[in-house]
């Protein structure tokens, strides 16, 4: 009961409350930046997307640590957790610097993965950390190429994206340490997949 009661108050803060970050963002304010509108707009619909990276991060955390019956890796995935609220964070001030908003779905994006998260931790604890893996390494992936497309000018949103995909590839390789099973590639493609249509949504909406 008391897990069940965490689960649904790790939902409620995600979705409805302001996140408070542990740390402070690494987007040094400059106020010499000026960015076009059109810039503007490009960075907030990336910013978005990884905004909704993070509401779904704390519902695979989430849902992982619910399902596992491992008391220790319980504690890994609740600290990821607690970890990925930072970015959560982040994330939430930088939209909201940019003048823009969070994902309208986010309540439909956060139902998503915490099914996949049921689901992975359904299937064991080696094959839980090796969804974890396989998502942190994606989305690190999918990070380096926001650096690539963010607006010369966006300093603060690259410090962000450039302290998460480090931390993305730290969760990924303590996930590998604690055990993880390689994914089969039909798995990973699948991923991949799905991933690319809830970035395409989320910039937009």
């Known amino acids: ?18 996140p408070h970050a542990s740390q402070a ?10 960015l076009s509108d059109a810039d503007r707009k490009k960075s907030a619909g990336l910013m978005r997307v990884n905004h909704v990276g993070e509401v779904c991060a704390q519902a695979l955390y989430t849902a992982q640590a619910l399902t596992t019956p491992n008391k220790g890796l319980r504690e890994h995935f609740t600290k990821a957790c607690i970890e990925e609220t930072d970015h959560l964070a982040w994330t939430a001030q930088r939209l909201d610097a940019l003048g823009s908003r969070p994902s309208l779905l986010n309540p439909l994006w956060y139902a998503g993965a915490f099914g996949l998260g049921l689901l992975a931790g359904r299937m064991g604890d080696k094959w839980s950390l090796g969804f974890v893996v396989e998502t942190e ?11 690539s497309t963010l607006p010369e000018g966006d ?26 099973a390689e994914l089969p590639r039909p798995v990973k493609e699948l991923m991949r997949a799905a991933a690319k249509v809830m970035t395409t949504v989320a910039e937009r909406i």
């Open 137 to 147: 390494r994606q989305v690190g992936a999918h990070l380096e190429g926001h650096l």
């Open 155 to 180: 300093h603060e949103s690259r410090a962000i994206v450039a302290q998460m995909q480090r931390d993305e590839l730290r969760h990924a390789d303590d996930a590998t340490a604690a055990g993880a």
């Open 25 to 34: 963002s690494p987007a040094a304010p400059d106020p010499k930046a000026e």
């Open 1 to 18: 009961m008391d897990s069940l009661l965490n689960a649904a108050d790790t939902a409620l803060r995600t979705l409805f409350a302001t």
